[in-house]
């Protein structure tokens, strides 16, 4: 019996092989992700990693999945175009990404940037993305249990900051934490009407541009 149960299951990691994963890719470059740095990493991650079992044969749909304590790790062609807007064709040194998650966005930007802060206020999610992280041997990662619309003040300015949940406004504290032609991706909105923006810090101030229509959960303050 246990060899039909070790068949299903091999059979079940079909769902993760690479013809999935490069399906999803061309989906992606399709609607419209140019930066061939992004999909190649995204290629390479095994995003099945990031979820529960019960979730591991939906890892490859083109949509976000739940990840517990009312949180999801977001769509691939979301993680795509954030990760492609805060890169901004050039190679930025520092990112500060706010709410961990799962970790698998953070994978992504570990992968492409020399060092990635990453803040998330529940408690049970960073450490279960730590240990992910690790395991999966992404080294140039700093994780921080804190409120995330503080940014992380010890570690600022940084050259880009992506913010996976949305709130009605942009906060001023992430703003300040920009190094001088630093990238902030934001959703902003109500819940059901958000946009995601693209910030860009320049001499003169800021300039902001609107990539498209999105859905994040809550951006909250404190930590649980």
């Known amino acids: 019996m246990s060899g039909a149960t070790q068949h299903h299951h091999s059979r079940g990691l079909g769902m993760t092989s690479s013809k999935v994963r490069k399906a999803l890719i061309d989906e992606l470059r399709n609607q419209g992700i140019r930066d061939e740095r992004v ?5 390479r991650i095994e995003r099945h990693q990031f979820v529960e079992q019960a979730l591991q ?6 949509r976000a999945l739940p ?14 175009l954030m990760t492609e807007a805060v890169l901004g064709g050039g190679s ?28 998330e206020r ?3 999610l960073t450490e279960a993305a730590r240990t992910r992280l690790a395991k999966l041997g992404f080294r140039n990662v700093h994780f921080g249990y804190a409120d995330g619309t503080l940014g992380w003040p010890t ?17 001023a504290t992430l703003i300040d934490q920009l190094a001088p032609g630093g990238r902030l991706v934001i959703p902003v909105g109500p ?6 923006r693209l910030v860009e810090r320049t001499a003169r101030g800021t300039t902001e541009r609107d990539l498209g229509a999105v859905s994040f959960v809550p951006l909250l303050t404190g930590k649980i």
């Open 39 to 43: 999909l190649e990493v995204m290629t």
């Open 57 to 62: 044969s939906e890892a490859y749909k083109n």
């Open 67 to 80: 990840i517990g304590h009312a949180q999801t790790i977001s769509q691939p062609y979301i993680v795509a």
């Open 92 to 119: 930025p040194k520092r990112i500060l990404e706010v709410g961990t998650g799962s970790g698998y966005q953070t994978a992504v930007l570990s992968a492409l940037v020399e060092t990635i802060f990453t803040v």
């Open 122 to 124: 529940i408690r049970p």
């Open 155 to 171: 570690y600022a300015p940084f050259d880009g900051i992506i913010v996976t949940a949305g709130g009605a406004e942009i906060p």
């Open 191 to 196: 819940p059901g009407a958000q946009s995601l």
